[in-house]
Nanobody, 114 residues
Framework: VQLQASGGGLVQAGGSLSISCVVT????????VGWFRQAPGKERELVAS???????NYADSVKGRFAISRDNVRRMVYLQMNSLKPEDTAVYYCNTQNWGNNYWGKGTLVTVSS
């Protein structure tokens, strides 16, 4: 199982950015995916998750600003980030779990300038 995140970059506060994660190595779309982030000097935290049935959950800090979605045909999971704040600056990682194993993609850096 492999995950690859992409789409990070530099954006001004108040702007928007969409990041993507492609999940390969699983034979079906019967998996959930989480987006995590880790800012310098801070612990990794869960930002948003989407279940195999497309039920979504969000951290309080991003509710109403971020939206997670999935495209099972393309095996992609997206995180649309709006009204970005400098405190959203972090490396963003996608994650899935399968048969008790935890899989992480390489992160993508999102930098929000004030």
């Amino acid at each position: 199982v492999q995950l690859q995140a992409s789409g990070g970059g530099l954006v001004q506060a108040g702007g928007s950015l969409s990041i993507s994660c492609v999940v390969t190595g699983l034979s079906s779309s019967d998996y959930g995916v989480g987006w995590f982030r880790q800012a310098p000097g801070k612990e990794r935290e869960l930002v948003a998750s989407i279940s195999r049935d497309s039920n979504t959950n969000y951290a309080d800090s991003v509710k109403g600003r971020f939206a997670i979605s999935r495209d099972n045909v393309r095996r992609m999971v997206y995180l649309q980030m709006n009204s970005l704040k400098p405190e959203d600056t972090a490396v963003y990682y996608c994650n899935t779990q399968n048969w008790g194993n935890n899989y992480w993609g390489k992160g993508t850096l999102v930098t929000v300038s004030s």
